[in-house]
């Protein structure tokens, strides 16, 4: 029962706080994964360290019950505290100072508790493998708790309420006396009922206009009025303010393209109030679709300028696309920029021939894409370029018009070029517009700018931006990149194919000097599980962000999936540890790992929904976690063993982050695993004339 608490308390704080660090960081994934880095960094400290005293179990339960709360605060304050401009982003040096300052406390905590509980178990005569399997099975519970919150709009500090009920829980059933806990439970009930006020006073430390905020399964929403005017904040990145002038520069440069458009479809934009700016050109039909009720919701109670929320279509927009059977003559989307994983799947290759399938011949597609006013930096010229290339390998026709908004119009006919035309067709239609004109018009189409961002991108040498390339993802997390390290001056990472090879033979010739060193062999074989489990994770979690777009309501329930793959894997292990397994169980299973990689590949390639991603992420878990039991058979204390696993994983969620998925693409992260097996299995492979038994460390 111990072990289980200790799962359930664990995942169920991780997701708690990597949610508030995905809000501090204006819902960047890339925070999910180094968060994930610096919590098993942590956990694996905590496990490694010093010598396990059972006594000690109950007053870590009580440590990580007070943490479990208190990194909660600290992460909602977490920019007034390093003094960081609410609206300026987090860049790499304060993102990985403000992960370690909320996660690593709590992660190492969460290390200690497992390693103590475990040994406790193993003391009692209960297997390592099967000790895993019940953590494994507990985390799996947290993880449904963790995902039922958003859906049901619970405030975050009930989560974290939840956490240290299950640490409290711990302590007294390591013999914590039932009298003190009492007291500390009815402190934890009292949070748990008053969890809103709780939350949305913390919440008001970075919005003190605050009126409103609420988490939805896509992000958390806040509502800040200031005299009448209304700011809308989503994962606290501004989205809309009531003096913003709107997409007008969208809608013009695109509605002016045709004498008269039948139907329009406009995605995302109705914080923006975009309906008024299209109905001067009297189109017959307009289908609104917005990706998040919840915003839309809240929204209209202090937007009284929008039109009823009965008037939209909800959805996410690649679904909706996928499986709408009608034709549009313009299509304008008013997504957010491809500054993360969630907002770039709406500038893959992809999504525009979505957006192609629904359009009627001759029909147009618009796009905006912020960018400097008057001069592009490099980054900026390759994530227009990369969005044009996509474009331009679907459409005919393809102008980019720059801006302090860029529109990207396309066509499969040609564009209307033709000044007068553009400019007779907007007199006509007499928008209520409060900066465009005909003279703006002309100025869009005619200015330096346009001809100079036609050169640009002419010789700009990109590949396109694809669902499995992220390549705006990439130069966005080189931008971060750069402004820690101003001479980096990266332009592009080599392809996968100039240094996986390389990389893989190296590691080869690494471990022959390491295989008669049977403790280092072993921590590279479980170090490796650890790393091959991160990285299929991290590109499972983001596959099923590209694809379905609400990482932030399934984060919970795919950390499930995975922790009972592996608590299966562990208790299968566990039984093959059990019986004369051979010489090459471990080796074997390190060759399972790399298949089941290069399956999660084919997968990728041919797409999947959430249940063939619960399918690859729940294997994953399971391959990992068989080699970990099998190397856990005949050890004294799991510390160690369960420190390597974690400093592997950490290792894997930090190149996953950084390098492989970013710059190499998901098909080729997944290939990198299967591909450093071989080495790891090099490492544990029998030597002639010792069998090779999998081992233990020694305290």
Do not use: K
Not at 202 to 221: A, F, I, N, Q
């Amino acid at each position: 029962m111990i072990l289980v608490l200790v799962g359930a308390a664990s995942l169920l704080a991780q997701v708690v706080l990597l949610r508030e660090l995905g809000v501090a960081c204006y819902g960047g994934e890339i925070i999910y994964v180094l968060g994930l880095a610096v919590w098993l960094v942590a956990g694996a400290i905590g496990a490694a360290w010093g010598r396990s005293r059972h006594a000690a179990l109950a007053p870590t339960a009580l440590v990580f019950a007070v943490l479990a709360v208190a990194c909660l605060v600290l992460a909602r304050g977490l920019r007034p505290l390093l003094g960081v401009t609410q609206g300026a982003d987090l860049d790499l040096g304060w993102l990985v100072l403000g992960s370690v300052l909320v996660l690593a406390p709590a992660g190492g905590v969460a290390g200690a508790l497992f390693r103590l509980a475990a040994d406790r178990r193993l003391a009692e005569g209960g297997a390592g493998g099967r000790a895993y399997a019940l953590e494994c099975l507990g985390a799996a519970g947290g993880g449904v708790l963790a995902s039922a919150l958003p859906a049901v709009g619970a405030p975050a500090a009930l989560g974290a309420a939840g956490a240290s009920l299950a640490a409290l829980g711990i302590a007294v059933s390591a013999g914590f006396a039932w009298r003190r806990a009492a007291a500390g439970c009815t402190l934890l009930v009292l949070l748990a009922v008053f969890a809103g006020p709780f939350d949305h006073a913390l919440t008001r430390w970075t919005h003190p206009d605050l009126v409103l905020t609420c988490d939805t399964p896509r992000g958390r929403v806040t509502f800040e009025v200031t005299e009448g005017r209304t700011a809308v904040f989503q994962d606290d990145a501004l989205v809309h303010g009531s003096e913003d002038p709107g997409g007008e520069e969208l809608v013009h440069l695109a509605a002016t393209q045709r004498d008269r458009f039948a139907r329009v479809l406009v995605m995302g934009g109705w914080l923006e109030n975009l309906e008024p700016q299209l109905a001067a050109y009297d189109p017959l039909e307009t289908v609104r679709l917005e990706p998040d009720r919840g915003l839309v919701r809240l929204g209209a109670r202090f937007l009284r300028d929008r039109a009823p929320a009965t008037d939209l279509v909800f959805g996410d927009p690649r679904a909706w696309l996928r499986a709408a059977d009608d034709r549009f003559d313009l299509v304008v989307s008013a997504l957010p920029d491809p500054v993360s994983a969630r907002a770039n799947r709406f500038w893959t290759r992809g999504f525009v021939e979505l957006c192609a399938s629904r359009l009627a011949p001759g029909g147009i597609l618009a796009l905006r894409l912020r960018t400097s006013e008057n001069l592009w930096t490099p980054r900026q010229g390759r994530r227009v370029a990369s969005v044009d290339r996509a474009l331009r390998e679907v459409f005919a026709d393809v102008q980019v018009l720059p801006g302090s908004a860029t529109v990207l119009l396309a066509s499969d006919l040609p564009l209307e070029r033709d000044l007068d035309i553009l400019c007779a067709r907007f007199d006509r239609a007499s928008p209520p517009a409060r900066i465009a004109s005909t003279a703006w018009l002309r100025w869009r189409w005619t200015g330096d700018r346009t001809a100079e961002a036609t050169a640009l991108l002419a010789r700009t040498d990109v590949p396109a931006n694809t669902d499995l390339l992220p390549v705006c993802f990439g130069d966005t997390l080189l931008w971060d990149l750069g402004r820690l390290l101003p001479g980096l001056g990266w332009r592009s990472v080599p392809r996968p194919a100039r240094w996986l090879a390389p990389a893989v033979i190296v590691a080869a010739i690494a471990v022959l000097g390491l295989r008669r060193r049977q403790q280092v062999a072993l921590a590279l074989a479980i170090g490796y599980a650890g790393f091959a489990s991160m990285v299929l994770t991290s590109v499972l979690l983001l596959h099923h962000q590209i694809r379905h777009g609400v990482l932030y309501r399934d984060l919970g329930l795919l950390l499930t999936l995975a922790m009972l793959g592996q608590a299966a894997g562990a208790w299968s292990g566990a039984r093959l540890g059990n019986r004369r397994s051979g010489r090459w169980l471990l080796p074997g299973l390190l060759v399972l790992v790399s298949c089941w990689s290069f399956l999660t590949t084919v997968g990728l390639l041919l797409g999947s929904g959430l249940a063939t991603t619960a399918i690859w992420i729940a294997g994953a878990g399971f391959a990992t976690a068989l080699v970990f039991a099998a190397a856990c058979r005949g050890a004294e204390s799991l510390g160690r063993i369960y420190a390597a696993d974690l400093a592997g994983g950490s290792v894997g969620a930090l190149l996953a982050a950084l390098l492989l998925i970013p710059f190499s693409g998901l098909p080729a992260a997944t290939v990198t695993v299967a591909a450093l097996a071989f080495p790891a299995a090099l490492a544990v492979w029998p030597l002639p004339g010792r069998a090779a038994d999998s081992g233990s460390f020694a305290e």
